[in-house]
């Protein structure tokens, strides 16, 4: 068979990558071997776009023990013991099928941390939408015509139903995440899973296929013909006929996938393997070409060998099949038969199909033929890279305040009707009535987040704290983007994120210890996306080197766009954070009446890009907020300081919706506890700011502010760590009472009953999901 | 006295379990494994929660085939102490322990939260430890927990004094709004005629240590343990 230009296109392969590919192979290649270069030069398999980029970011750091290139990243988290996390995005077969599409995005990711030996013990999601009330809906955008918001509803609950059933069911808690709501998502829904396993430190395993004539085995579910070109699908942008591509979305088998889980531990613990490596995108194919280039050897495979579960399938669709739940194995010499028995004792298929050879070479035979024989590393390292065109883009600066202002007097009739509570409180619950601001217990209640009966803080705090039952020790987690910030200032918003992320895991009591990132991103092909993604880098390389957190890998997802429109550039970080004792482990939630609120930090003219900015106009606009980095570690460090001397009662950040919302969120009920008042007069807070204007001082999204709560005798001790540790610090006021009210110079800013403020904020999303389910309209 | 925690495939909550009883309560304990046959050196079954085969085709109505299962009917017949729970409870409808089945969720979704219970029965092996009427905050994590029964087995659960546990508010009042999945009369756990076989939908194991939240579910097993310290003397 000929290689024509329209086969290429099929492949999306440009003719320049054909000439090196022919270059590398010393030949014209055939069908198969062109199928096996085109998943491997996917942007998805290869980072093509991104690979000069991530370069910068840094991946070294004392607590580092598998940097970027493996399945997942590996920390030492002290006695011995070593978590396994990352995060992935499964974003594209998401839209085209919510439920398998998320489904197989967390399976993927749980085998990617047990690949390592690592068993899962949390997961978590960050999810993005196009919005989902039905009172968004415009026609005059087709981003959010009615059809549109009905149809994001529907891609929302498969997503979450699709997560839920494959998580619950492998026995994994979700113990967290994020959920945000924006236009750009209409067509373009994210869903970027994370997972984190622990694993003794001589316990971790390798993707590496050590041993030459070593046995390789296949291990798991049989091959069918699902998601065949699934990586390649990933990596371009979708049109109308998006809908097509379905049969390139895998079906996920959840039980498959726990039996895969305990067979592969087993056999780990058997000492019978060498090394292992799942069957991710490009199945067969990747993981056999890796492992043997990791381990500078060539692996074998006879595919008449494969378990098939459909008959007449060619070796072009076995090595391109990515059928989930399944394992390549190469095992220790001699002892072949006992990773069998393994397998063959939780009832999954288990065959030798082929061995570790010296040349570097993937040679796959079929029928008795030779059909696929490639350099590995033309395959690997030798894949194209590219330094694509960039183009600059003006950061906004804009001084929103005006329109705020604005659009605060124009809607005062709708806004602001017969309560008498005034505007501020008003507006405080439109926020909290935002999807973005709103309870997601919608979405938790679905998930499994207790399993494991490790989960110390239920979802809903700043970040999620499982517990180490074998050491003293906890791990808090959190994953975190504001991309309204990042697509208005690619550097400042990225820097944010990882601040963000970094205070979130501070105030559950722990240490930031190392990031993994979802990069999110539209077509590379623009200019202005990829001079935004080289931006990022950078500002998430300068943060990750303040807070001392090296990134320990993650994932890139490009072609975020449908119909020529992309997403915001949403550069999804997962950070990860060690509680050295559980005594240390803090909530956001207010605890007990008489406690005194303290703000760390100072509130500016943040109100860029603000969540209050979108409710009001819906725009995504102005100078994000200012984020000083030396700052930012300061006032981490005063609040860690200050939990490890065990004088805090709750600490809580500010991001979005910012002051109010913070205040509003600590007083809400929590497991085991009563929403509680509390009375402040930020009349101190604001002079220290030098801040004037009422919607500033309280929906200004400043960072690096976090609110504590303290037992009256502890407060002169915290704010002498603050002040020996250089961050601003002013009492706030008192917890207590069933009021939320919040004062400034005399004047009553926000005055409303803290059981009114949580029923607006719990309600918001199931009244907007919860409602019959309409039939589909497309 | 020896407690046997059986995995089937798909089980995860047996490693939950098997801490609760080992470090929680201290007592002795094993695996059992779904395809063993001889569990005549248990005192205690516990059927933990899961997803056994998948529950592809209804909840528990795979495993009850299981070789295992065989030998947990005998075993209970004889009078052997039997927990199910959640999955392990579906298990034991399907394999006629229990009179009974589970459908899915009112609202169709799986639900994970907790919820308040209130125990309706102390005069059994599980609830030695409770008060009568004592409300607890135990976790439910289940799509599937909807408990149906013919009419005639509702008024024989109830005159009997079967229903173990209900769900109600935290002031004990039995309402809908306290229901979480739609079940008959808030039914959130029952046993058997001869009181030494119970299953229910909420999680005792995930509610017995206070670094967890709360500990509500500690008792469930120390009854278990204290009442076997009882059977063991009088059979000595």
């Not at chain 1, 043997?292 to 399938?313: H, S, Y």
Request: with cysteine.
């Amino acid at each position: 068979m000929t290689i024509t230009s329209e086969i290429l296109d099929q492949h999306n392969i440009t003719s320049d990558e054909y000439e090196r590919l022919k270059q590398l192979m010393g030949r014209e290649p055939n069908l198969t071997e062109l199928g096996i270069f085109s998943v491997m030069w996917s942007e998805h398999c290869s980072y093509k776009s991104s690979k000069v980029h991530l370069r910068r970011l840094p991946t070294t750091g004392e607590c580092l023990v598998q940097g970027p290139g493996e399945n997942a990243g590996i920390v030492d988290i002290g006695d011995g013991w070593c978590a396994a996390f990352k995060i992935e995005s499964h974003n594209h077969p998401s839209f085209i099928e919510p439920y398998q599409g998320a489904a197989t995005g967390i399976g993927g990711i749980l085998r990617d941390i047990f690949t390592m030996g690592a068993r899962p013990v949390a997961a978590m999601d960050s999810l993005r939408f196009g919005p989902i009330r039905d009172e968004e809906a415009n026609e005059s955008n087709d981003q959010i015509s009615a059809k549109t918001v009905a149809r994001n509803r529907r891609i929302m609950a498969g997503v979450v139903k699709g997560l839920g059933d494959y998580g619950n069911a492998f026995g994994v808690p979700t113990v967290g995440g994020e959920v945000y709501f924006d236009p750009c998502y209409s067509l373009n829904p994210l869903v970027n899973a994370f997972a984190l396993g622990l694993v003794r430190r001589e316990q971790i395993f390798y993707g590496k296929a050590e041993g030459v004539n070593n046995s390789v085995i296949y291990a798991g579910a049989k091959t069918g013909r699902d998601g065949i070109h699934g990586a390649t699908m990933a990596s371009a942008e979708f049109d109308e006929a998006a809908m097509e591509k379905r049969p390139t979305v895998q079906v996920g088998d959840p039980f498959s996938e726990k039996l895969l889980l305990e067979a592969c531990l087993e056999a780990m613990r058997s000492g019978a393997i060498v090394g292992i490596q799942d069957m991710g995108a490009a199945g067969l194919t990747s993981s056999s070409c890796e492992m043997g280039a990791r381990a500078g050897n060539g692996v074998e495979i006879n595919l008449d060998l494969v378990p098939q579960r459909e008959t007449g399938m060619t070796a072009y669709e076995m090595m391109l099949s990515e059928s989930q739940e399944r394992m390549l194995i190469v095992a220790a010499r001699g002892h072949e038969r006992q990773v069998l028995e393994i397998f063959h004792r939780w009832d999954l298929d288990a065959v030798i199909i082929g061995k570790v050879i010296a040349e570097q070479r993937l040679r796959v035979t079929h029928n008795g033929e030779l059909v696929a024989d490639i350099p590995n590393l033309a395959l690997t390292d030798e894949a194209p890279k590219y330094n694509r065109p960039m183009k600059e883009f003006a950061v906004a600066s804009e001084d929103v305040s005006p329109k705020i202002a604005a659009a605060i007097a124009s809607k005062s009739q709708i806004l602001n009707p017969k309560s008498g509570k005034g505007m501020m409180t008003e507006l405080l619950g439109y926020l909290l009535a935002s999807p973005n601001i709103a309870s997601k217990q919608w979405v938790y209640r679905q998930y499994d987040h207790m399993v494991r009966t490790n989960t110390v803080v239920l979802p809903g705090s700043d970040a999620a704290v499982i517990r180490v039952k074998e050491t003293r020790r906890s791990m808090a987690m959190s994953l975190d983007c504001n991309s309204r910030y990042v697509q208005l200032n690619p550097r400042e918003g990225a820097k944010l994120a990882v601040a963000e992320s970094a205070r979130n895991v501070v105030c559950s009591g722990a240490r930031p210890l190392a990031v993994t990132n979802c990069l999110n991103f539209a077509s590379p092909e623009r200019p202005e996306v990829m001079w935004s993604f080289s931006e990022v880098i950078d500002g998430m390389a300068e943060a990750c080197r303040t807070f001392g957190t090296p990134v320990t890998g993650g994932n890139v997802s490009f072609y975020n766009e449908t119909e020529g429109r992309g997403i915001f550039p949403t550069p999804t970080i997962g950070m990860l954070g060690v509680i050295e004792d559980a005594k240390h482990i803090t909530t956001q939630w207010f605890k007990e009446a008489g406690d005194v609120v303290l703000l760390l930090g100072a509130t500016r003219n943040d109100l860029g890009a603000s969540e209050l900015l979108s409710v009001l106009t819906g725009e995504a606009a102005g100078g994000v907020p200012k984020l000083d980095l030396a700052e930012e570690k300061k006032v981490q460090e005063a609040c860690l300081k200050a939990i490890q001397a065990g004088l805090v009662s709750s600490a809580h950040d500010c991001s979005e919706g910012g002051l109010a919302v913070a205040l509003a969120e600590s007083c809400f009920s929590s497991y085991g506890r009563f929403a509680i008042g509390a009375k402040l007069d930020l009349t101190e807070h604001a002079k220290l700011s030098g801040l004037a204007d009422s919607a500033t001082l309280l929906f200004a999204e400043s960072p690096s502010r976090i609110v504590l709560s303290v037992k009256a005798g502890n407060v002169a001790q915290v704010k002498q760590i603050a002040a020996e540790t250089g961050a601003a610090i002013v009492v706030i006021g008192e917890v207590g009472g069933e009021e939320l009210t919040i004062t400034c110079n005399g004047e009553t800013l926000v005055a409303d009953s803290v059981a009114n403020l949580e029923s607006i904020w719990s309600s918001a999303l199931p009244q907007a999901l919860d409602r019959p389910m309409q039939m589909a309209a497309d | 006295m020896k407690f046997g925690v059986v995995i089937f495939p798909g089980s995860n909550c047996d490693h939950d379990t098997y801490h609760v009883i080992s470090k929680v309560i201290g007592q002795p304990v094993d695996f059992i494994w779904h395809k063993e046959t001889d569990v005549d050196r248990y005192d205690a079954i516990i059927l933990p929660g899961g997803f056994s085969y998948g529950d592809y085709l209804r909840s528990g109505a795979i495993a009850r085939f299981s070789p295992v299962m065989k030998s947990v009917v005998e075993f209970a017949n004889d009078g052997g102490f039997v927990l199910g729970i959640c999955n392990g409870f579906q298990i034991l409808c399907e394999s006629g322990l229990l009179p009974g089945a589970l459908l899915r969720n009112r609202d169709l979704k799986f639900i994970c939260e907790h919820v308040n219970v209130r125990v309706e029965q102390t005069d059994t092996v599980f609830t030695g430890a409770y008060q009568p009427g004592q409300v607890l905050s135990l976790p439910i994590a289940h799509g599937e927990g909807n408990y149906f029964c013919d009419d005639a087995t509702l008024a024989e659960l109830e005159t009997e004094g079967r229903v173990v546990f209900r769900y109600s508010t935290a002031d004990g009042q039995i309402t809908d709004e306290a229901n979480p999945n739609g079940s008959l009369r808030n039914i959130a756990g029952i046993c058997n005629r001869q009181r030494n076989v119970l299953g229910l939908m909420p999680h005792p194991e995930r509610a017995a240590e206070s670094m967890l939240g709360c500990k509500d579910g500690r008792a469930m097993f120390l009854s278990m343990a204290d009442a076997l310290v009882q059977l063991l003397k009088a059979r000595a």
